[in-house]
């Protein structure tokens, strides 16, 4: 089962300073179509971790156990451990700003810390146009769906003015080990030219 096509939704997220994992407010609920929603039909609030690692949406345990959901089958689920079957059920996601994608196959998987109730997969992620950028100290997080275009940084940069091409010293992030660099070495930033020509100012 797959929503009605829809006009395209989006929301942003900002977050200051870099973040070390996507999470977003979300609710779920059992599948169903716009035009015959339930009287009944409950909205289950959790959040949901972003993971382009993950081909298959997923929600936890604790999630189907407080939703009452019934398995529609079964999946066979590659992780570090090895593999193993899992319970699958379909479900609709609501994310922030009217962004709603239905009749999603999620998989069941064990509760994690308690972070968040469900993890956004692949098969969500590419249905729409996803976008992370840290930019002057602060991480921010977009969404569209369904998909409005396409999204090409190589050609932004190439329209963008002579004055935002100038080559930038290499910022330093505190808590990470920079190796040091001989003058007449290799710059590390993949220019081509020696370090002293290049950021080794």
């Given amino acids: 089962m797959v929503l009605a096509p829809q006009k395209c939704h989006a929301f942003t997220q900002k977050h200051n300073g870099r973040v070390n994992r996507i999470l977003t407010e979300v609710q779920i609920s059992v599948a169903f179509r716009p035009e015959n929603q339930p009287a009944n039909v409950q909205f289950y609030k959790t959040r949901a971790l972003w993971d382009t690692g993950a081909t298959h949406s997923i929600i936890t345990d604790a999630t189907v156990a407080a939703m009452g959901l019934v398995p529609t089958g079964k999946r066979m689920v590659q992780h570090g451990g090895g593999q193993s079957e899992h319970n699958t059920h379909i479900v609709n996601f609501y994310l922030p700003n009217q962004v709603a ?101």
Wanted: charged share 15%; glycine share 14%.
């Fill in 101 to 201: 994608i239905g009749g999603v196959i999620v998989t069941e998987h064990p509760a994690n810390d308690g972070a968040f109730g469900a993890i956004i997969g692949m098969d969500i992620i590419m249905g729409g146009d996803f976008c992370i950028t840290n930019h002057q100290g602060q991480s921010w997080v977009t969404f569209r769906y369904p998909s409005f275009g396409s999204t090409d940084y190589v050609a932004d940069f190439n329209q963008a003015p002579l004055n935002l091409k100038v080559r930038q010293p290499p910022v330093i992030v505190p808590g990470h080990n920079i190796p040091k660099v001989g003058r007449n070495e290799m710059c590390p930033c993949g220019s081509g030219r020696k370090y002293k020509k290049c950021h080794g100012f």
